[in-house]
């Protein structure tokens, strides 16, 4: 089976910690990371940018782009996609593409990546 | 749990917002500040044994407000409380208060905690002392290190400031759209003051105290959060992260100043700098440009430059003289000759800045960069009297030793032109 862990904070706090606390936090999940890359058990990690970079694509009736973060509590989160984009146009009209049901999309950069090795990619097995 | 740094942070993280709603509750900012000390006391009773509450920020407000209410109630046959109504609008659980943090009347309580700081009767330095204390929570005594003076003389310029404060009618009516743009927009400007403070010091030995500057950031973000889509905060934020982005290579090992086109650009913290154009590009889509937006953009030039040789001066030119027409001024003026000179050589930048001595014969940029364009044109004489004056004027010792450097090459040139 194939897991996503979400990582969830204040970033009240967050964005308080000095750089060498953050350092070492992003130290500490390094070290647990490899841990399970040496074992062919990490995929994609991502830490994203503050929220207040983020742009949301919400349709209902119709479709509209918000200079926000996702903010609905009555939401779940369902998944997530990876692009590579030049521009935020570019990937806005991406996700404009993505809302396909009433629902929506939220857009935030990334600010870490590691693309990890799954050898068994397949979710479900 | 034996590493309690978690509550420190929470509490740091909380205070703004605690102390924001607090001062609503009791109209007074010695009573809210009063109230917040106590609420961290019993956090740091409660929660290690506890763990850490849902939404820390809810906790502190709720404890700090019950603190605050039962002292009242010990000295309500002296003094009066107040209104009911006023207090009517608390609620008692701790995830009903939560969930109030996200409304717009906590919004508009940090802005005005952070607009109290800035009464117009009180001097920048300050608004921005004050700032430091009751918003972020630093203590006297960093503040005191922080603009490099005693603790005495900081706290009483403290107490002064808030004592100033306290006569002065803070305004807790809920503000309409006009006067929330332009509490904004003031304390936007002591934030960017808070950053320069620390960018480049007035006075003293060290040339740059990060502190400061860290802290400038954080209350950015915090800004930007509450108002997420306002495009000049968006720019604000990324003009602080653009230039502090900078910091590791703008002072060599031996704290002499590195100008940008000598700077090591590995050392620029990258991450920094993808966070701001990613600020910038919403700010782009909002349409809407404003005086830190375009100074975001300018150091977005910069910052997409591989190496110096590679920065788009057109571009540079471009946007501050979109810059002096929206928000004309003379050191704006005195930044685009720099752009000039890259562009179209020393002589045409030195036209543009020599109708600037009357606004500018006491500012230290202006010398030393005139110094420097007479240098080019061979005009050294001149050059060496527009240096000095520049040495008089530095406001630290980086400033002045960076000038000396200057006269040292004039001197040299002069010993070899004798020599032939």
């Known amino acids: 089976m194939l897991y996503a862990v979400i990582c969830y904070n204040s970033e009240a706090v967050v964005g308080a910690w000095s750089k060498e606390k953050d350092d070492a936090v992003m130290a500490h999940h390094q070290g647990v990371l490899a841990k399970f890359a040496a074992k062919g058990k990490l995929g994609p990690v991502a830490r994203l940018m503050p929220t207040t970079t983020a742009t949301t694509v919400r349709t209902g009736r119709e479709m509209i782009v918000l200079d926000g973060p996702f903010a609905e509590t009555k939401e779940q989160m369902l998944g997530f996609y990876l692009f590579d984009c030049e521009t935020l146009d570019e990937v806005i009209a991406a996700a404009?593409?993505?809302?396909?049901?009433?629902?929506?999309?939220?857009?935030?950069?990334?600010?870490?990546?590691e693309p990890g090795a799954l050898k068994n990619a397949a979710a479900g097995k | 749990m034996s590493d309690l740094s978690w509550i420190d942070?929470?509490?740091?993280?909380?205070?703004?917002?605690?102390v924001a709603a607090l001062l609503r509750y009791f109209r007074n900012l010695e009573t809210a500040e009063e109230a917040f000390q106590e609420a961290c006391l019993r956090a740091l009773q409660k929660w290690p044994v506890n763990g850490p509450p849902r939404d820390p920020a809810a906790w502190l407000i709720l404890v700090g407000r019950n603190f605050a209410l039962d002292e009242a109630r010990k000295r309500s046959k002296q003094q009066a409380l107040p209104d009911e109504e006023v207090l009517s609008d608390t609620g008692d659980a701790e995830a009903a208060m939560a969930d109030r943090l996200d409304s717009e009347d906590y919004r508009d309580d940090v802005l005005r905690l952070l607009f109290v700081c800035c009464h117009p009767d009180l001097p920048a330095t300050q608004q921005i002392a004050l700032a430091l204390r009751i918003v972020s929570g630093l203590s006297v005594q960093e503040i005191a290190r922080a603009f490099l003076v005693g603790e005495a003389a900081m706290e009483q310029r403290i107490t002064r400031a808030k004592r100033r404060i306290s006569q002065a009618d803070v305004p807790f009516e809920t503000p309409g759209a006009v006067e929330r743009a332009e509490r904004l927009s003031t304390v936007a400007a002591?934030?960017?003051?808070?950053?320069?403070?620390?960018?480049?010091?007035?006075?003293?030995?060290?040339?740059?105290?990060?502190?400061?500057?860290?802290?400038?950031?954080?209350?950015s973000r915090l800004l930007l959060r509450?108002?997420?889509?306002?495009?000049?905060?968006l720019g604000l934020n990324a003009l602080l992260l653009l230039q502090h982005a900078r910091a590791p290579a703008r002072l060599d090992a031996e704290q002499n100043i590195v100008l940008m086109d000598d700077q090591d650009r590995r050392l620029w913290r990258r991450e920094l700098i993808a966070e701001a154009f990613a600020l910038l590009d919403k700010a782009v889509r909002l349409q809407q440009p404003g005086p830190y937006q375009i100074q975001a953009a300018?150091?977005?030039?910069?910052?997409?430059?591989?190496r110096s040789e590679d920065t788009n001066w057109h571009e540079i030119d471009r946007l501050y003289a979109l810059l002096e027409t929206i928000q004309p001024s003379p050191v704006v003026t005195l930044n685009r000759a720099v752009a000039v000179m890259k562009c179209d050589g020393p002589e045409a930048a030195l036209a543009m800045v020599e109708p600037l001595e009357p606004a500018l014969s006491?500012?230290?940029?202006?010398?030393g960069l005139r110094g420097g364009l007479l240098m080019q044109l061979n005009r050294n004489d001149e050059a060496r009297v527009a240096f000095d004056k520049a040495i008089s004027l530095a406001n630290t010792a980086a400033e002045a030793a960076h000038i000396r450097t200057h006269l040292d090459k004039l001197a040299a040139e002069g010993k070899k032109r004798q020599a032939h």
């Open chain 1, 96 to 113: 404009r593409e993505l809302v396909h049901e009433p629902g929506c999309m939220e857009i935030r950069p990334v600010q870490f990546f």
């Open chain 2, 9 to 18: 942070a929470a509490i740091t993280g909380a205070r703004p917002q605690a």
């Open chain 2, 190 to 219: 002591m934030i960017y003051l808070l950053f320069n403070e620390g960018y480049s010091a007035s006075g003293g030995e060290l040339h740059i105290r990060e502190p400061l500057c860290e802290e400038a950031i954080r209350l």
């Open chain 2, 226 to 233: 509450l108002f997420r889509g306002n495009p000049e905060i």
């Open chain 2, 298 to 306: 300018i150091a977005a030039v910069h910052a997409r430059a591989p």
């Open chain 2, 362 to 367: 006491s500012y230290f940029h202006f010398h």
